[in-house]
């Protein structure tokens, strides 16, 4: 079970804002899902690997050498955000 | 004598190096080479992560930490992987850092610095490849800024984040470690110090057995020192109030001096690692013996070999090894000259004349050193000579034979130091005679005279010598 | 009259008239669509088909227009994956899909409506409104892929990309009654493909036909060294068809054909396979045991990815910006106001599924649960030579009827997600008619073995008229 507190916390986690008035609303439909999930629960999984790539590929690498990068205009093409080369933010504090 | 640590101090180190002496970043293809650049020039689609772009694992720097690593004398892994590090942040492209988490490329290294007492094994407990963030600059000071601007040029920078055991009892002790291993790092030719940024520590401090504080923020091997010496202090005297260290981030002020804590909300993480979706596992042991076979001489075996080959003493032979530069600067200059006059020309000279106006020895060129030892030794200018040439050439440019031309260096002809002596004697007898009675004073001021004389191209001590018998 | 027309009529239509003309005749129908597939024509569509003419190129889909999902990478066009947070983004690159098509001389109509960022099966997450199933309007065309397929199917694009994370391309093909292919992982670029699912999905070809889903894949597939998970394989899919099915051994997992399955959505397959049995095929039943686990594992490996992948908007660089006292804020109203509730819903059980404390319980046991499907797969097909099933459960459902409940969803996905867990391929093709409204038969094979779903596939259309029917209104 997902408290309305937890789902403030990964609302921050995930920077989220979640309005205090929705949090619960919110922690009622990620249970309703979370519940279908307890389904694995009934799964023996005792001694399986996690399959986190269905491919058996390693050591694929790139040589250390240069290929173009973009211009500073098409870098901060996507933004109004920007000053002198940079791209603006507010402030982190 | 053995350094018995009286406050029970256990510092134990991260360090963040970034491997800028490759040609490109961790991911992708970008240069390295943005340091004179403007801001946003060396940038890609994956480097500035945007939507859809995807990374590729540099070959070069999974060599190169591996050799940090072998250099290290860690083992390398059977089997590493890359995975996400969740979290916020401007300078962050895609809110997730790609490094490694518990497969890293290489761990339980040692390392042999000097330490309080002797020989101190740091133990490496791992070290891991990573991504660096982009920069940020703040408009104003960090709390009251008015905003923020983002550089991504160094975004995507391939990093290897070094992580001692807490072995280090001193300050002193953490920047040694911190200075062998730039100088580790610079022989294997993956990194390049002189390089803003290019060496970053987080420190972990406990006293007494107590809770420890992770300062984070150095950004300098005096830095460190400082700031560890900062935090010993303030912990000591909170504990002496009846306060606990409590675990906590801290972060170093570099301006003041001081270490501040940093509880903000921001520090609460949970960084959510799982494996990059993106890249596949590195099995690259089989690599090894072949990396160790591409292995430089390394500063130790160098410093032995000094001693060994050229017949310098210790002390020179690790001071001339202690930076790669100068250990190649001081090899060329041996090749012409004297080794053992040269060590100590390169080693207490050149080095000393460096320090004091914070220069490396680029400025110095091995040519001008070995001509102006050659002089030394063919005793055509004094020693003290010597140096104000070097003085001169470092704050004034030039060359060693028109400096010691100008100067009027050239030391004289022994016939002419010998008609002056005695031309001296003759014109001074009371001098002379004052100095029979004892008064020392009498003696200098003969040997100005001589010097005068030959405007100062004679060796004092010579005329001095000169002097003395022939009046006794 | 919008009109189904294939690779090979386009072909002949160009060497008649002009890349030109058909180019414009197809921006013509999508101005005036009843089903609203596309979010953003192509501006320079026509000046590229201009430039194929002047080339007289012999290139496979020289003056071919193509429709794109709209969360594959356009350089210059807009590509928003549908969602309020990319508004305005232009992607400064090419998808590597992207450079392969218009190397291959290939128009690039405009951009397709999706659920938003690929979070959906019905494309009602789309923050522009539906795309909307040209045989019925009132229902929806499936998703992610909706408007990939409505855009098909109305007669707008002879062929599409789209992608397939857990059915993306397979469910609106067998809503809209079209063909789609989801290819094995790792066989077609990721580069450019904005991630939903980076384990799970691949860019697949949509189209009327088989040979043109073919055609399409010989252009889109191969080795690109910009994607690390990327196979190095030479295939020739067009070829591949061209040999009959005689002799191939087919399995009928008993667990797609459960109680939950619409009867008639069940006849229709079992007259598929009838059919295949008269071409020279036999069938056994296998089985596919933790099938019942699939969309769990699924649905938790999809989201503890999509957290992590969807991290990037936070309105520093590109797409909407909210205003906030600092930059934490800021992101945080951004992400909120930015994301559609589907989305946030995602990326919230994503986090923490990935958060401390639940990390082993959720994600770690999904992963494992996904060893035991793929599992399932590798030994049905060691016995097999394909899989065959019903790609959907049921026929398209009405606009509106599922998207308040969310995990009803999630359950019309039960037969389409396993096959990204294990990373085989699946072509949905059509196999009949429920309701008045389109069924979809799925055919799935080994890693790699494009071929025989392919020719199994072929076979089946060449042999049926199913493919033949068209939506009121297209010709
Ligand atoms: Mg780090
Ligand atoms: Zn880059």
Redesign the interface.
Known sequence: M?TEE??EH?????????DRSKSKE?AE??N???D??K??D??D?EG????????D????????????????E??????E?K??????????? | MAYNNPDGVMIGLEIHVQLNRLKTKMFCGCSTQYHNSQPNTHVCPVCMGLPGALPVINEGAVEASMKVGLALNCEVTDRTQFHRKNYYYPDLPKGYQVSQYDYPIVSNGKVVIEGEDGELVVRIRRAHMEEDPGKMVHMGTIDKSRGTLIDYNRSGMALLEIVTEPDLRSPKEARRFLDKLRNILEYLDVFDSNLEGSMRVDANISIGGGSRTEVKNISSHKGAERALIYEIMRQKNLLRRGGVVTMETRHFDEARGVTTSMRTKEEEHDYRYFPEPDLVPLKVKDRTSRLLDTLPELPDARRDRFVSQYGVPEMHAKALTSDIKVADFYEMVAEKVDPKVAATWVADVLKGELNYRDLTVKSFNVEDMVKIIQMVIDDRITDRSGVEVIRTMLDSGGIPMDIVQQKGLMKAEDSVVSSAVDEAIKENAAAVEDYMQGKEQSMNFLVGQVMKKTRGRADPQTVREMIISRIK | MPEWINISGIREKITDTSAEEVTLSHIDKIRNSRTYGFSAINEKAVEQAKEIDSRKTDSPLAGVPIAIKDNISTLGIPTTCSSKILEGYVPPYNAHVIERLVDAGAVILGKTKMDEFAMGSSTETCCEGPALNPWDTERVAGGSSGGSAAAVASGEAPVALGSDTGGSVRSPASFCGIVALKPTYGTVSRYGLIAYANSLEQIGPMGTCVKDVATVMDVIAGHDPRDSTSIKKDMNYSKSIEKDINGMKIGIPEEYLSDGINPEVQKCVWDAIHKMEDLGATWKSVSLPHTKYALSSYYIIAMSEASSNLARFDGTRYGLRAEGENWHVMASRTRAEGFGDEVKRRILLGTYALSAGYHDKYYLKALKVRTLVKGDFDRALSETDVLMGPTMPDIAFKLGEKIKDPLSLYLTDVNTVPVNLAGVPSISVPCGFADKMPVGLQIIGRHFDEESILRAAYSFEQNTDHHKKRPEGVR
Not at chain 1, 83 to 93: E, N, Q, S, V, W
């Open positions: 997902i937890e789902v990964v609302g921050w986690l995930a920077r989220i804002e979640i919110y439909q990620l309703s899902v979370l279908y999930f389904q694995l009934e799964v999984t399986v690997e996690p399959t986190y790539h269905v491919e590929l390693v050591n694929v690498l790139r040589p250390d050498t240069v290929t173009e990068s973009l211009t500073q098409e870098a901060l093409q996507n933004t955000h000053k002198d080369g940079y791209f603006r933010a507010p402030g982190i504090m």
